[in-house]
């Protein structure tokens, strides 16, 4: 059974930066996105940062200081630099592909990480 396992957030002052890792354990195939989300207390889960199998799209909020990067096969990072307050949330990770023995895709998410940014 494919799971994804995310780590690297942590506390960090405003303008400082992080790195987010998200590895998949187990064999998956057929990744056709892989993506971070973020949600923040009472507001909902949001799309951050994504890879397709044509393109990278970023938020708005995070252009130019967020970078998303993968190895093609079972993991994806995002680089979080220049932090802001208002990037404090939960991040999620997710890819979208099947497992091996299965022919239908399915999505596949992280358990989540927190990222505060905080003087």
């Known amino acids: 059974q494919v799971q994804l396992v995310e780590s690297g957030g942590g506390l960090v002052q405003p303008g400082g930066s992080l790195r987010l890792s998200c590895a998949a354990s187990?064999?998956?195939?057929?990744?056709?996105?892989m993506g971070w989300y973020r949600q923040a207390p009472g507001k909902q889960r949001e799309l951050v940062a994504a890879?397709?199998?044509?393109?990278i799209n970023y938020a708005d909020s995070v252009k130019g200081r967020f970078t998303i990067s993968t190895n093609n096969a079972n993991a994806v990072w995002l680089q979080m630099n220049s932090l802001k307050p208002e990037d404090s949330a939960v991040y999620y990770c997710?890819?979208?592909?099947?497992?091996?023995?299965?022919?239908?895709?399915?999505?596949?998410w992280g358990q989540g990480t927190q990222v505060t940014v905080s003087s």
């Open positions: 997710t890819f979208r592909g099947r497992e091996a023995g299965s022919i239908n895709t399915r999505d596949y």
């Open positions: 890879i397709t199998t044509s393109k």
């Open positions: 187990g064999n998956i195939f057929s990744i056709i996105f």
